[in-house]
């Protein structure tokens, strides 16, 4: 396996794992931001969408773990296939989920004004699905 240690293909298995963490800690600062959406959307108090918080703390924390299924395994396969610059790799890798921290917020922003929160909702979950591409490796 020393062959394959910091060629090609372990920059590509960065640019994936990198993807991988730029959109679940993306994804995972979302959902304050959702909420405020609901209550705009639905013009109502806080007390009256209090239940819709509720199933968002459920489903919170089954995106959680489904992101540990991802999250975790990126770090193991970055450090698999780097010798030489393996705290360049990890450094590159963790700096993607503060990129992901500063322009997500942004862009989810953005989305929500331009096609409201239902097609921004629509809009998330393509965008989600791009943890498929950053897995496949």
């Excluded at 920059?11 to 600062?29: A, D, H, P, T």
């Excluded at 239940?51 to 770090?75: D, T």
């Excluded at 331009?114 to 998330?124: K, M």
Aim: net charge positive; charged share 10%; hydrophobic share 45%.
């Amino acid at each position: 396996m020393t062959e394959k240690k910091d060629s090609g293909y372990s920059w590509m298995i960065l640019i994936g794992s990198s993807i991988n963490y730029f959109i679940s800690v993306g994804v995972m600062k979302l959902f304050g931001m959702l909420y405020s959406e609901l209550l705009e959307t639905y013009d109502s108090a806080a007390g009256s969408t209090a239940f819709i918080n509720s199933l968002q703390i459920f489903i919170m924390a089954a995106v959680r773990i489904g992101f540990g299924f991802v999250y975790s395994p990126s770090v193991t396969i970055v450090n698999y296939y780097f010798h030489k610059k393996k705290a360049l790799a990890n450094g590159i890798v963790g700096a993607a989920s503060g990129v992901s921290t500063i322009i997500l917020p942004i862009l989810y922003r953005t989305v929500f004004d331009v096609y409201g929160l239902h097609g921004g909702l629509i809009v998330l979950g393509g965008f989600c699905l791009n943890l498929c591409v950053g897995s496949v490796g």
